[in-house]
């Protein structure tokens, strides 16, 4: 069982061994939404299911409310967060994966093309919903086609209806109410993995408001990454987030970014840095700098 990281050589071991498997393309663009399934369609790992952000792991957009909820539609049920990607409900987000065939005794394996930014949102929502045999793919689809690894263009068949229970979630998921009571307190160490130009409200390109959660830490998502596009060692993404949290315990961390999806590898790079399982705040900078009230912050910490 794979729970962080797969090799493109494991990913083809566990491929010719013929055990329960499902892979997972998660390729997006923020900025263009339907880049993803493009490039999915144009080359993927033959057998890859293509998993949407925007319609399959989050639950459907709508505009922010009075206060700060996200308006969904009704057959959407509640949203397990809020922000520009609202997590679905662990029951509509179950039966997306009943319904593409994924059960639970599978092994998961999640990659895209974006230096892990997107397909470390399933890899988080699996944890969520109980399901601990899911890894990333280390170096994404150009670390498959710089082995030799087969891509293809065609239309996958579908699979059959599967039924996914849901277990015990081994993610933890705050709120805003949570973030706001320990708010710039020692129990609660917020780390956000926007760019830094974003984190210091230079630049907005996506939310009406800049700046950044007063009191969080930036730490860029793709720092996790070295020149070929892989995770960096365990032993340097340690030293990297105990030099960021200077002494503070790691228990503490609290995750966010934009709207929850580029926080996660964060999230994961502290995981394979044997920091433990910390927590993300999904409805991150999108969901608080559209509720009325909240305090926020431009410029870099002191």
């Not at 061994?17 to 993927?44: R, T």
């Not at 029951?91 to 093309?113: H, P, T």
């Not at 984190?199 to 070929?228: K, M, Q, S, T």
Request: hydrophobic share 40%.
């Amino acid at each position: 069982m794979y729970t962080t990281l797969v090799s493109v050589e494991q990913l083809q071991q566990l491929q010719a061994g013929g055990a329960p498997l499902m892979v997972f393309d998660c390729s997006f663009d923020l900025m263009k939404p339907e880049a993803g399934a493009l490039q999915y369609a144009a080359a993927h790992i033959p057998g890859a299911v293509y998993a949407n952000l925007d319609s399959d792991l989050s639950a459907k957009h709508g505009m922010p409310g009075a206060q700060g909820d996200v308006v969904v539609a009704r057959d959407d049920g509640v949203p397990a967060s809020g922000g520009r990607h609202p997590l679905p409900s662990r029951e509509k987000f179950a039966a997306w994966l009943s319904s593409v065939g994924f059960s639970n005794d599978m092994q998961a394996v999640v990659y895209d093309r974006n230096g892990a930014n997107y397909c470390g949102r399933l890899w988080w929502m699996l944890k969520w919903m109980g399901h601990d045999a899911v890894a990333v793919l280390d170096g994404g689809l150009q670390a498959w086609q710089a082995a030799g690894g087969e891509v293809t263009n065609r239309e996958e068949p579908t699979h059959f209806q599967s039924n996914f229970v849901p277990g015990e979630p081994l993610a933890k998921l705050v709120t805003t109410d949570a973030v706001v009571r320990r708010l710039c307190q020692p129990d609660q160490n917020l780390i956000d993995a926007r760019a830094a130009a974003r984190y210091r409200g230079e630049v907005e390109p996506l939310d009406p408001i800049a700046g950044h959660i007063p009191g969080a830490f930036n730490r860029p998502f793709a720092e996790n990454l070295g020149p070929d596009g892989k995770f960096k060692s365990a032993s340097q993404l340690r030293a990297e987030f105990e030099a960021l949290l200077a002494g503070r315990d790691p228990a503490t961390v609290v995750h966010q970014c934009g709207s929850g999806v580029s926080a996660v590898p964060n999230l994961l790079a502290m995981q394979i840095a044997g920091l433990g399982t910390t927590a993300l705040y999904a409805g991150s900078w999108s969901e608080w700098s559209n509720t009325p009230g909240l305090p926020t912050r431009q410029g870099a910490e002191p």
